[in-house]
T-cell receptor, first 115, second 111 residues
Framework: NAGVTQTPKFRVLKTGQSMTLLCAQD?????MYWYRQDPGMGLRLIHY???????AKGEVPDGYNVSRLKKQNFLLGLESAAPSQTSVYFC??????????????FGPGTRLLVL | GQSLEQPSEVTAVEGAIVQINCTYQ??????LSWYQQHDGGAPTFLSY????GLEETGRFSSFLSRSDSYGYLLLQELQMKDSASYFC????????????FGGGTRVLVKP
């Protein structure tokens, strides 16, 4: 199993450009998440999904959109990139959880630089 | 709202013991997780505490006191490969499996 994969690994954008980050998981997980991590800081949740066709906002959703058309894929879109969106983006997935802890499995990250 | 506090950096020598504290303020607390992240790498799960007490996994242990809104991660017999950042994360009730992460503690292990 590949686990959680992300494409691309690295990207440079100019202000105002758009792009889509792709996350794929082969563990049949119901939940998927997009985080951003800025230098020396923790992870902040952008958007998440609890199942195919559903998405919800996290802590810092502004400037991003997401879609989950297939259970194994979770796309993060930037419609008009801004320098403040320069960050490392991590995708994660987990089994559905109601009462107990389910480990989140992270992808390798996408490093995005917006000039 | 919610917030998690943990020290920004800890330095220790090989073979030593390091304790990373995490205090949290949150409503609807359900459990505390710990993740490890090496430079340039992805976070990986270490441990989870839903109940008060100590959970041991090899050289690493995690503790939780719900009444004190406090937990810690204990790293024993430190090895060079333990140099990494360690994040505590809170799971809230009725939040699916969403986590809120602390700012992370960078552990530097010296020979």
């Amino acid at each position: 199993n590949a686990g959680v994969t992300q494409t691309p690994k690295f990207r440079v954008l100019k202000t105002g450009q758009s792009m889509t980050l792709l996350c794929a998981q082969d563990m049949n997980h119901e939940y998927m998440y997009w985080y951003r991590q800025d230098p020396g800081m923790g992870l902040r949740l952008i958007h998440y999904s609890v199942g195919e066709g559903t998405t919800a906002k996290g802590e810092v959703p502004d400037g991003y959109n997401v879609s989950r058309l297939k259970k194994q894929n979770f796309l993060l879109g930037l419609e008009s990139a801004a320098p403040s969106q320069t960050s490392v983006y991590f995708c994660a997935s987990s089994h559905r959880s109601v009462q107990r802890q389910e480990t989140q499995y992270f992808g390798p990250g996408t490093r995005l630089l917006v000039l | 709202g919610q917030s998690l506090e943990q020290p920004s950096e800890v330095t220790a020598v090989e073979g030593a013991i390091v304790q990373i504290n995490c205090t949290y303020q949150t409503s609807g607390f359900y459990g505390l997780s710990w993740y490890q992240q090496h430079d340039g790498g992805a976070p990986t799960f270490l441990s989870y505490n839903a109940l008060d007490g100590l959970e041991e996994t090899g050289r690493f242990s995690s503790f939780l006191s719900r009444s004190d809104s406090y937990g810690y991660l204990l790293l024993q017999e430190l090895q060079m490969k333990d140099s990494a950042s360690y994040f505590c994360a809170v799971k809230k009730r009725a939040a699916g499996n969403k986590l809120t992460f602390g700012g992370g503690t960078r552990v530097l292990v010296k020979p």
